[in-house]
């Protein structure tokens, strides 16, 4: 089992920046993959950066060059710093554990965290 707490999330001007955490806590040591999701209204959830357990890192093409997915292993917290805000980055984000067991994917997830861009 894993829990997740985001934070971080609120309100930006375009091109501002906000930096979400999320705190990790139970079997960490078998996560393999963590990262951040994000979900507007009326659209589906969709994966904006994620980072192996070797440090191996993926972004969204909407976000590359804007945000960087990070995490502190001392701290068991997993952050995505945002930056160029645009109004089209609204939505909730969520952090995501991925714990592989043989042939099984495990997800766990955050409550959100709740990100607004005004233009």
């Known amino acids: 089992q894993v829990q997740l707490v985001e934070s971080g999330g609120g309100l930006v001007q375009a091109g501002g920046s906000l930096r979400l955490s999320c705190a990790a806590s139970?079997?960490?040591?078998?996560?393999?993959?963590m990262g951040w999701y994000r979900q507007a209204p009326g659209k589906q959830r969709e994966l904006v950066a994620h980072?192996?357990?070797?440090?191996?890192?993926n972004y969204a093409d909407s976000v590359k060059g804007r945000f960087t997915i990070s995490r502190d292993n001392a701290k068991n917290t997993l952050y995505l710093q945002m930056n160029s805000l645009k109004p089209e980055d609204t939505a909730v984000y969520y952090c995501?554990?991925?714990?592989?067991?043989?042939?099984?994917?495990?997800?766990?997830w955050g409550q959100g965290t709740q990100v607004t861009v005004s233009s």
């Open positions: 995501n554990a991925q714990l592989w067991v043989i042939t099984t994917t495990y997800d766990y």
């Open positions: 980072i192996t357990s070797g440090g191996s890192t």
């Open positions: 139970g079997s960490i040591s078998s996560i393999n993959v």
